[in-house]
T-cell receptor, first 113, second 117 residues
């Protein structure tokens, strides 16, 4: 049971570098999302997608891009990393409607120096 | 926009005792879903329990139960017979019933629960 997978688990970047956080799910979920978790802030929504080819911004989208070319994959791109993007990033997926549980990946810890 | 408030940043409980974690929320919707997630030191987000607002009966899952007060917009989590493995951060979350682009979870800031042996 793979569920939601994320890579890498941990990454160190220098300011200005770019990288892509990978997320994949094998549950055929339409809805996928990215959250960031910061101390004392809970989890905040960065971007989300309701299906292949459809993405939209969440609460804190600045500095991040996403795309959804397949149902399974939802990568998050940092174009030019900043220290303010130091955080733990979670990918989640669920069906679109009803009280559907969102399933979370194990998280990616990102440190931007 | 919906908001979720967890006003207690930390709580502590003696092993085998009962503890209640508080959560309040604000919404103009009449139907919605509420969740409690557990995040142990491994950082994995684990669903503990969920409540559908149209259901009057409080949800229970083994040692975990909720006290859902719709009029007061309160959704507290009770952990009975606390165990050392219950030590974690707990998040309360809200989800709209509208689905689609409204499928996001709105989280509280979380509460850190420690369990004393």
């Amino acid at each position: 049971n793979a569920g939601v997978t994320q890579t890498p688990k941990f990454q160190v970047l220098k300011t200005g570098q770019s990288m892509t956080l990978q997320c994949a799910q094998d549950m055929n979920h339409e809805y996928m999302s990215w959250y960031r978790q910061d101390p004392g802030m809970g989890l905040r929504l960065i971007h989300y997608s309701v299906g292949a080819g459809i993405t939209d911004q969440g609460e804190v989208p600045n500095g991040y891009n996403v795309s959804r070319s397949t149902t399974e994959d939802f990568p998050l791109r940092l174009l030019s990393a900043a220290p303010s993007q130091t955080s733990v990033y979670f990918c989640a997926s669920s069906n679109l409607a009803g009280p559907e549980t969102q399933y979370f990946g194990p998280g990616t810890r990102l440190l931007v120096l | 926009a919906q908001t979720v408030t967890q006003s207690q940043p930390e709580m502590s409980v003696q092993e085998a005792e009962t503890v209640t974690l508080s959560c309040t929320y604000d919404t103009s919707e009449s139907d919605y879903y509420l969740f409690w997630y557990k995040q142990p030191p491994s950082r994995q987000m684990i669903l503990v329990i969920r409540q559908e607002a149209y259901k009057q009966q409080n949800a229970t899952e083994n040692r975990f139960s909720v006290n859902f007060q719709k009029a007061a917009k309160s959704f507290s989590l009770k952990i009975s017979d606390s165990q050392l493995g219950d030590a974690a951060m707990y998040f309360c979350a809200y989800r709209s019933p509208l689905g689609g682009a409204n499928s996001k979870l709105t989280f509280g800031k979380g509460i850190t629960l420690s369990v004393r042996p």
